[in-house]
């Protein structure tokens, strides 16, 4: 299966470290809320609140109208050239309040509780109810001030301490880090429950933006946590498969450690090409393996977006023998750099390519559709491509001006992979990498 696809919506040992707090230890301050942070297709959102007041409260006293709840934090001002940061504040839309047990719970049979639980909507536009800041750097970092105010007048309620933060799904990965030759690499990791012996490996490779020391922004600066779904995970079997999210402090494409300069990166000006971090990701990966022999060796599937999809390439390069098979996103490896040699190499992965044709970022006709033309020309027996005309809301919850479903940065392609929309007659792209070995 060789075809081009276009898509289009109508609508469309461990050291432990953590961004947010795990959940082990819930007593909660009085006078004091949790945040909870949940991953959304552009990244986290604190969609609710958990308070913890001073006195029981009655159900019946319970009003959604009478809660204010304020967000104080860092935001961009446009208004000047070049544009800086400043400290802005915005109210939040409560959409339900509710009883609730510590945990966050819904409580239907009881009258009174000392928690509550408000719902709050989000917005991909709305900086109010993100936790991540995208920095001059162009990486993500945990807002430096999110200061949350939360008032009930009738209820005597002010409350504006913060007793943790709470990520339901990126707080069921552990984390460690690996170091090959002074190179330290962190990560973010998920065991099935009821994995056997023979279970595959899923590892996705973050973006630009996702780089640094905390696994967290790897896990929710993408949508990366829905990868331990049911949704996904379903589609390997009763077992599932583990999920490996390693992270680079810089960049995976950088040739030469320690620069950030965009000279060094892989690009048709640089004549280098392989990333400077390839052996300790490498290493990563395969001590990994090895410390879990229930991993199946023959299922090891590696991807990963823009940056990311530049080194699942590059690793395919480099460890040929190595991975089943490859879902690399709006991947930034240049077509000018794929050599003959390496082409041949390539045509004989199995490997499944999703891009945008609005990504302004990575030009899918300097990236990815040469090069699947170029391996499909090859006589490569399992390439596939999901060529998308842009990058759509899929969950008709958010809307443009004239009501037409939200459409995203066109670089976005990966919504659509960890969403598991990616087809091709009839078969899913999680379902079609399970069914790959070496």
């Excluded at 009258?111 to 993100?130: D, G, K, R, T």
């Excluded at 995970?233 to 999210?245: D, I, P, T, Y």
């Amino acid at each position: 299966m060789k075809k081009i696809f276009r898509f289009g919506l109508i609508f469309a040992a461990f050291s432990i470290f953590f961004g947010c707090t795990k959940n082990e230890g819930l007593d909660m301050k009085k006078n004091s809320y949790n945040l909870i942070i949940n991953g959304y297709d552009w990244g986290p959102a604190a969609d609710k609140l958990i308070l913890s007041v001073e006195k029981s409260v009655k159900k019946s006293a319970l009003n959604v109208s009478d809660f204010s709840v304020v967000v104080k934090t860092e935001v961009w001002d446009w208004s000047v050239m070049p544009p800086r940061t400043k400290t802005g504040a915005g109210n939040r839309e409560i959409l339900k309040a509710y009883l609730c047990s510590q945990d966050g719970t819904e409580l239907t049979a009881e009258e009174e509780s000392e928690f509550i639980a408000l719902e709050m909507s989000v917005h991909p536009e709305n900086p109010f109810s993100n936790p991540f800041f995208y920095g001059s750097d162009m990486m993500n970092h945990w807002q430096k001030i999110y200061d949350v105010s939360v008032k009930n007048e009738k209820l005597q309620i002010d409350i504006n301490q913060e007793n943790r933060k709470i990520s339901p799904l990126a707080d069921q990965f552990k984390m460690g880090k690996s170091t090959t030759d002074s190179i330290t690499l962190n990560y973010g990791f998920w065991e099935p429950e009821n994995h056997g012996d023979k279970t595959p490996l899923i590892i996705w490779l973050h973006g630009m933006g996702e780089g640094g020391t905390d696994p967290y922004i790897a896990l929710l600066g993408n949508k990366v946590v829905n990868l331990i779904t049911d949704e996904v995970q379903k589609s390997f079997g009763s077992e599932g498969a583990f999920v490996l999210v390693p992270q680079v402090e810089g960049f995976w494409m950088q040739t030469k450690l320690g620069s950030t300069n965009f000279e060094t990166w892989v690009s048709d000006s640089n004549p280098l090409v392989v990333s400077c971090y390839t052996k300790a990701l490498f290493n990563l990966i395969d001590n990994f393996v090895k410390s879990n022999p229930e991993i199946d060796k023959d299922r090891i599937y590696i991807g990963g977006c823009s940056n990311g999809g530049y080194m699942t390439i590059n690793m395919l390069l480099e460890y040929p023998d190595y991975f089943a098979a490859a879902y690399p996103v709006c991947q930034a490896y240049p077509d000018s750099k794929i050599t003959e040699e390496k082409l041949n190499v390539l045509k004989n992965q199995n490997i499944w390519f999703t891009q945008a044709l609005t990504d302004k970022t990575v030009n899918p006709e300097n990236y990815t559709i040469p090069t699947y033309e170029r391996l499909c020309a090859a006589g490569a027996k399992n390439v596939h491509l999901s060529l998308w005309d842009n990058v759509e809301d899929l969950t008709g919850q958010f809307f443009g001006k004239n009501g037409e479903a939200y459409e995203y940065n066109g670089h976005f392609s990966w919504i659509y992979t960890l969403n598991n929309q990616c087809a091709e007659n009839g078969i899913q792209i999680f379902k079609w990498l399970s069914d790959q070995k070496k």
